[in-house]
């Protein structure tokens, strides 16, 4: 079994910063890709940026040039950076990654983080 554990989420101001983390533990043999989705209160969940391994990242149009995406794969942790928030930003963020472990092969969904942007 695989378990994302989220951290980072918070209220900011408009224009603030926040930098999500979340860390993938348990029985791993690679990850394919690691990434954010969000889901705003009577919304959807969302794409926000998604990083294969050995690929190119992939971001939402409303977040490019504003949110990064990295990931350190020796501590199997995704990264998503966060600047010039807006209240739009305002969702529970989920990581998302694509792990095998021996001959499976699944995604796995982190419980969120809240992010909240307002004066």
């Known amino acids: 079994q695989v378990q994302l554990v989220e951290s980072g989420g918070g209220l900011v101001q408009p224009g603030g910063s926040l930098r999500l983390s979340c860390t993938a533990s348990?029985?791993?043999?690679?990850?394919?890709?690691m990434g954010w989705y969000r889901q705003a209160p009577g919304k959807q969940r969302e794409l926000v940026a998604t990083?294969?391994?050995?690929?190119?990242?992939n971001y939402a149009d409303s977040v490019k040039g504003r949110f990064t995406i990295s990931r350190d794969n020796a501590k199997n942790t995704v990264y998503l950076q966060m600047n010039s928030l807006m209240p739009e930003d305002t969702a529970v963020y989920y990581c998302?990654?694509?792990?095998?472990?021996?001959?499976?092969?699944?995604?796995?969904w982190g419980q969120g983080t809240q992010v909240t942007v307002s004066s």
């Open positions: 998302n990654a694509h792990v095998r472990s021996g001959w499976n092969a699944r995604l796995y």
């Open positions: 348990g029985s791993i043999s690679s990850i394919n890709f």
């Open positions: 990083m294969p391994t050995g690929g190119t990242t």
